[in-house]
């Protein structure tokens, strides 16, 4: 690999970002240790005289320095090792050179031992270290001495000027850039180990603020781009939507209708909407799709609603059909069980205009098709699309603006609420409206905790609550390991259950099943013909199936925080009391049990979410894993959160006051990475 790939696997692409490679801790080579005073376990420095080397055969091939510490024997060891090594110690032991050597003392066969410690050959008397050694985060091929020597280099060379105005630094208490940089790479004797090893220097809180400056401007650019486009003012009032505002299927809650407000607005506006709507399971998001949908139908507009996973989208599509078909809107969806003739049909149909909403999955919309006059996008449970997808979903609409002068609005609604740390971060560049309310008559589900030992109780359970017409979901694990481990564990509960409760209609739903039967599955449980529903996790999202009252979690502790609290979500959907029953394998491990306490005690998905982040790091809440880049490398979102805020009001205030200095910020934070910003 040659050593731009190297660096390149760090994130290293320019001489800056060498400079901004900081050490992971240090090494305190400044003073020496007395061999006898080395304490077990901590590496230090000694310094000692080289007398005889060895190539040492047993027990295996070995290169052994035997030098002398004070009057007493230290041998160094080194199992791998190259010729010009051999030569350089002989040569040190004959004109009686001494050796500086870092690592751990153990004690030997014939006295103290170092087992390749990091060295180096000295005369008697040169000057110690006067900084600590940074230990720099590496990759194979690349030795910490290379990578500190090339990382030194470019502190000396490069340009350190500080992007931030003076103003800034004093209103936030800011250490400045280059004597932070320099203090990190180079910390001098005396500095404060603690604070350093901990992050809270005065050096670090720089580094950390401006990482989380470079997000929040890059954020607020990219939002300011989209939004300096045109897109079609989706009025208010066309007689579509007052038609359906006149007859609602049910009254809005004073949340819905303050957030349908909100939408309302930005659509009316001859710019992009790029709005986040955020609301728990339940709280009624996907009427407010089908307002805006309806404000696009009547100027004319098409609209296009993406749902991460087929059954939603069938559900969706029901539902508008439903509330929307009397009006005379077409809606169609596209989906998996389409023959190639239909799905062409339905194509051109969307093509030609004829097709006012268009319901699918990403995937679908994705393959070719092609919209007559886009006004609208609404993508549905968001947070379930990947860093990737949600890159490439924004791109798409930039994409088709560049054939069309005018970009499509964009509402996306998401049923993981984000704990406010991380959607003042993440989502710095949406407007976010939330819906903070449930609609009326919900009790809120009781939670109970049942050791699989009991199962015999739960299944009684399920008897009564069916025998008085009540409906139950009863959701399966995940199988991590493979999609048929999935299927057979599902194939494998539907028989027993189907044996162990014969009086009722058991039905199945799975990811393996086609397009058609999921959803055939899904009508006969809507319509109540089967009252008790086996499922994996396919039913996670959106499915709203009000007679449900009862759910029960097989192996509840092996599934997510959020999953659990997703899963919940599916019952307490009617006006009758709900309980939803985890079913757990004991023992239970610790991260198990306190992600079921959790549920247990918490029924608020912000809350729950806001312990999701504690437990999981922000990298795993939002999908880093599908993405592999890191999405901040200093800051720390839960611990500092008082960054945080002070970076985003920075970020306003620098783009307002200096949009170069602002710019140029984030040229040196994010060059190359830009794009995972902007998701
Ligand atoms: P989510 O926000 O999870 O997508 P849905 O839009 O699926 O929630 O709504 C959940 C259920 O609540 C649906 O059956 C929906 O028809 C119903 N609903 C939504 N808003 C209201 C309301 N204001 N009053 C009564 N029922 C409502
Ligand atoms: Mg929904």
Redo the contacts with the bound molecule.
């Keep these: 690999m040659s050593a731009e790939a190297k660096l390149a696997k760090l994130g290293i692409r320019s001489r800056f970002d060498l400079v901004l490679h900081l050490p992971l801790r240090y090494e305190d080579e400044t003073a020496l240790t007395p061999l006898r005073e080395a304490p077990a376990g901590k590496p230090v420095l000694v310094e000692a005289a080289v007398k005889r080397v060895e190539v040492a055969y047993r027990p295996r091939r070995q290169l052994v320095v035997h030098a002398e510490c004070d009057g007493e024997p230290l041998a160094l060891r080194f199992f791998n090792f190259y010729g010009s090594q051999l030569k350089q110690f002989e040569r040190a032991a004959e004109q009686g050179q001494r050796v500086r050597a870092f690592g751990e003392v153990r004690p030997g066969w014939f006295g103290a031992e170092m087992a390749h410690p990091r060295y180096r050959v000295v005369r008697e008397g040169e000057p110690l270290s006067e900084a600590l050694t940074p230990i720099y985060p590496t990759t194979s091929g690349l030795g910490q001495q290379a990578l500190r020597k090339q990382v030194l280099e470019a502190l000396a060379e490069a340009e350190i000027e500080d992007t931030l105005p003076e103003a800034m630094l004093a209103r936030y208490g800011l250490a400045r850039f280059g004597d932070s940089v320099r203090l990190l790479h180079l910390p001098p004797p005396g500095t404060d180990l603690a604070a350093l090893a901990h992050r809270t220097h005065p050096a670090w809180q720089r580094m950390k603020f401006d990482e989380l400056l470079a997000q929040q401007l890059s954020l607020r650019l990219a939002y300011r781009a989209r939004r300096g486009r045109a897109a079609p003012a989706l009025a208010s009032n066309g007689p579509l939507l007052r038609r359906f505002l006149g007859k609602l299927?049910?009254?809005?809650?004073p949340a819905?209708a303050r957030v349908m407000a909100e939408v309302l607005h930005d659509l009316a506006e001859p710019h992009p909407m790029q709005r986040l709507l955020q609301?728990?399971?339940?709280?009624?998001?996907?009427?407010i799709a089908a307002i805006a949908c309806l404000a696009a139908a009547d100027a004319g507009r098409q609209a296009a609603v993406m749902a991460p996973t087929e059954l939603l989208g069938e559900q969706h599509f029901r539902k508008f059909s439903e509330w929307l078909a009397p009006l005379g809107v077409s809606v169609a969806w596209l989906h998996g069980g389409l023959s190639v003739k239909q799905k062409r049909a339905a194509q051109e149909a969307i093509a030609a205009g004829e097709v006012a909403i268009a319901v699918g999955t990403h995937a679908l919309f994705q393959r070719g098709v092609a919209f007559a006059r886009l006004g609208l996008a609404v993508v549905d449970e968001q947070h379930r699309f990947g860093v990737q997808q949600r890159l490439s979903l924004r791109r798409k609409g930039e994409a088709r603006a560049g054939a069309a002068p005018l970009v499509p609005h964009q509402l996306m609604?998401s049923?993981t609420p984000i704990p406010r740390t991380l959607s003042m971060s993440y989502y710095a560049d949406l407007d976010v409206s939330v819906?903070d309310q449930l609609?009326?008559g919900r009790r809120p589900v009781a939670t109970r905790l049942v050791a699989d030992a009991r199962r015999g109780e739960v299944l009684a359970r399920i008897r009564e609550a069916c025998a008085e017409c009540q409906q139950a979901y009863w959701v399966c694990p995940v199988i991590e390991e493979s999609k048929e481990g999935e299927l057979k564990t599902a194939l494998d509960t539907y028989e027993t259950l189907t044996r162990e409760l014969p009086q009722l209609r058991v039905g199945l739903v799975h990811g393996r099943l086609a397009a058609a039967d999921k959803a055939a599955a899904m009508e006969a449980f809507a319509a109540g013909r089967v009252q008790l529903l086996v499922a994996t996790t396919v039913i996670e999202v959106?499915v709203?199936v009000?007679n449900a009252s009862l759910m029960v979690i097989e192996h509840a502790e092996r599934f997510g925080l959020a999953q659990l609290h997703q899963l919940r979500?599916r019952v307490g959907?009617g006006a009758r009391e709900s309980v939803c029953i985890l079913l757990y394998a004991a023992p239970l491990s610790e991260g198990a049990r306190e992600r079921l306490k959790i549920v247990f005690e918490i029924s608020d998905g912000f809350e729950i979410a806001r312990r999701d982040l504690l437990l999981r790091g922000p990298g795993e809440v939002l999908g880093e894993r599908q993405s592999g880049v890191p999405l901040l490398r200093f800051a720390d979102l839960e611990r500092d959160q008082a960054l945080v805020s002070a970076a985003r009001e920075a970020a306003e205030g620098l783009l307002a006051s200096d949009p170069e200095r602002a710019r140029a910020h984030v040229a040196r934070w994010l060059s190359g990475r830009q794009d995972y910003a902007k998701v």
């Design positions: 299927p049910f009254r809005l809650t819905q609301g728990d399971v339940g709280s009624g998001k996907t009427i609604m049923a819906i609609p009326p959106g709203d009000p979500g959907r």
